[in-house]
């Protein structure tokens, strides 16, 4: 097996958060769609009000949304804020550009 580089070497071209930010920011980043996912599926009776999913339908939601709005926000913050383009993410840099990383 030969080594392959999974980060592309193009640095960021905009702003990058300092050392000590990047806590704040990673709870701001996660809290955020979390919490908005959270009282929008109670909104919709899809969980209770532990935040249990209520049912198949509310399991599927409460799978699909917190975890999609997640992914949403860590692909704007690296296209909008970083300024990076998409294809240089992990495992899209390099000759072998597929998601076999993900077959176990």
Do not use: H
Request: aromatic share 12%.
């Amino acid at each position: 097996m030969k080594p392959a580089a999974i980060y592309s070497p193009e640095p960021a071209k905009g702003w990058l958060p300092w050392g000590a930010l990047a806590p704040i920011l990673a709870i701001v980043l996660v809290a955020v769609p979390t919490v908005g996912a959270s009282f929008y599926l109670e909104s919709l009776q899809l969980v209770d009000a532990k935040g249990n999913p209520t049912g198949i339908v509310g399991l599927f939601a409460f799978l699909l949304l917190p975890f999609g709005l997640l992914g949403l926000v860590v692909l704007a913050w690296v296209r909008f804020v970083e300024q990076r383009r998409l294809q240089r993410l992990v495992c899209f840099a390099g000759a072998g550009r597929s998601l076999s990383w993900l077959v176990i």
